[in-house]
């Protein structure tokens, strides 16, 4: 039997994503977001009401997207919950530092390791923000081999049904792989 | 430092959505995509080439989302890597069976747990597929309390940089709640 919930936004999981601008002075703002992904091949799609971030995103072209971290959940909901317009010192507070991006115009967060640099393509027909992903920068500490290694980015997903941050845990398959064992 | 990767597709974590159509004969079909997510309060935005599953979208303007599992890895990779064009009876070979949504004209998978049930909207100004989320139904097994058990539903998610599937883990915050303790 199933039950019924009606319309909730519930694509499971959502990723935590975090993003990087900056505002007319140059100052670094971040901000976290559920609802967006992959939108294409280099693209990537933001559904963001107005904010700080997205004055920043017209006024600058670009933006960065980096992912929370087991080990940065607290400071990575704080600057969800609380405006630069309110605290203007709330990368401080959260002890976030950057750096600025070799490619946009826009910070990499020294704390979260996986980055996606991006320049704003548009504000498509919806509002949703589409960004061209120019490089992806990781932090060596996260690298095994030289690629990206889940079990050191330690990233966490937002559980929508319940409002919780949750870690990942091991590898169960291949993708484009393990199907085969079917055919 | 930081490893410069140029632009790679790498939003992390990806889901493991499964696009549930029904085709001209009302046979029901399924594919998984990971490049997609929440665009609206209810609204999901899913990015995907020519398929037989866009024929059927178009067709029956409605289609199902449900999530990859822990339990189902297998056969969710092969019903993505194998195409109901060439393997016609792709998901009796999965061991997939179908229950039709009471909401729209697209099949519940029910071997998924956890569905959205969409309308289509349109095909958007990028080709991508905007639906609405007219109904969401869980299984009862995932259920705790009457609420969506994270536990219990034990989905996977996509990681884009080594092509794995990965289990979610444990909980490790609370969103909205936990940045406060910064305040």
């Given at each position: 039997?199933?039950k019924?919930?009606?319309?909730?936004?519930?694509?499971?999981?959502?990723?935590?994503?975090?993003?990087?601008?900056?505002?007319?002075?140059?100052?670094?703002?971040?901000?976290?977001?559920?609802?967006?992904?992959?939108?294409?091949?280099?693209?990537?799609?933001?559904?963001?009401?107005?904010?700080k971030?997205?004055?920043?995103?017209?006024?600058?072209?670009?933006?960065?997207?980096?992912?929370?971290?087991?080990?940065?959940?607290?400071?990575c909901?704080?600057?969800?919950?609380?405006?630069?317009?309110?605290?203007?010192?709330?990368?401080?507070?959260?002890?976030?530092?950057?750096?600025?991006?070799?490619?946009?115009?826009?910070?990499?967060?020294?704390?979260?390791?996986?980055?996606?640099?991006?320049?704003?393509?548009?504000f498509?027909?919806?509002?949703?923000?589409?960004?061209?992903?120019?490089?992806?920068?990781?932090?060596?500490?996260?690298?095994?081999?030289?690629?990206?290694?889940?079990?050191?980015?330690?990233?966490?997903?937002?559980?929508?049904?319940?409002?919780a941050?949750?870690?990942?845990?091991?590898?169960?398959?291949?993708?484009?792989?393990?199907?085969?064992?079917?055919?």
């Open positions: 039997m199933r019924n919930f009606g319309s909730k936004p519930w694509v499971y999981p959502q990723p935590v994503l975090m993003i990087g601008t900056y505002d007319e002075n140059g100052k670094p703002n971040l901000m976290n977001a559920a609802w967006g992904g992959q939108y294409g091949g280099n693209t990537v799609m933001l559904c963001l009401s107005s904010h971030t997205t004055d920043n995103i017209r006024l600058k072209g670009a933006f960065t997207v980096s992912f929370a971290t087991a080990a940065t959940v607290i400071p909901d704080y600057v969800g919950i609380v405006s630069a317009r309110q605290e203007p010192n709330k990368m401080e507070k959260a002890g976030f530092t950057t750096t600025q991006s070799e490619f946009v115009d826009a910070p990499i967060i020294n704390e979260l390791p996986l980055t996606l640099e991006c320049r704003l393509v548009k498509n027909e919806d509002g949703n923000v589409i960004g061209e992903i120019v490089n992806v920068s990781a932090d060596e500490s996260i690298l095994t081999g030289g690629n990206v290694d889940h079990s050191k980015l330690n990233a966490v997903i937002f559980d929508p049904t319940s409002a941050y949750i870690r990942l845990g091991e590898k169960v398959g291949n993708a484009f792989k393990d199907g085969a064992k079917l055919k």
